[in-house]
Nanobody
Framework: QVQLVESGGGLVQPGGSLRLSCAAS????????MVWYRQAPGKERALVAR???????NYADSVKGRATISRDNAKNTVYLQMNSLNPEDTAVYYC?????????????????WGQGTLVTVSS
């Protein structure tokens, strides 16, 4: 069994900062890209940031200069540091990862998603 568990969401003042965490657990063999998405009310889910296994990053234009994605491979955890938050950043944030894991001695693969963590930016 493998899963992604997110944490760190909450209510933040405009201009404030927040760090989201997403930890993978289970009999993990490997994880390639780890990705943060977000979905605002009434809008489609959109990519926020991506980090490869080797640490290369990509960001949506909407968060460039304000967001930093990073990962700790030893902890199977990806982070999203968000600064200078705007009301437009209000959304449910989801982490996603392609995980290879071991079950009954065999390798399996899962396109895993976290449960989502709500970020609300409001005064």
């Amino acid at each position: 069994q493998v899963q992604l568990v997110e944490s760190g969401g909450g209510l933040v003042q405009p201009g404030g900062s927040l760090r989201l965490s997403c930890a993978a657990s289970g009999s993990i063999f490997s994880i390639n890209d780890m990705v943060w998405y977000r979905q605002a009310p009434g809008k489609e889910r959109a990519l926020v940031a991506r980090v490869t296994r080797g640490g290369r990053t990509n960001y949506a234009d909407s968060v460039k200069g304000r967001a930093t994605i990073s990962r700790d491979n030893a902890k199977n955890t990806v982070y999203l540091q968000m600064n200078s938050l705007n009301p437009e950043d209000t959304a449910v944030y989801y982490c996603n990862a392609m995980i290879r894991f071991i079950t009954h001695g065999a390798l399996n693969a899962l396109d895993a998603w976290g449960q989502g963590t709500l970020v609300t930016v409001s005064s």
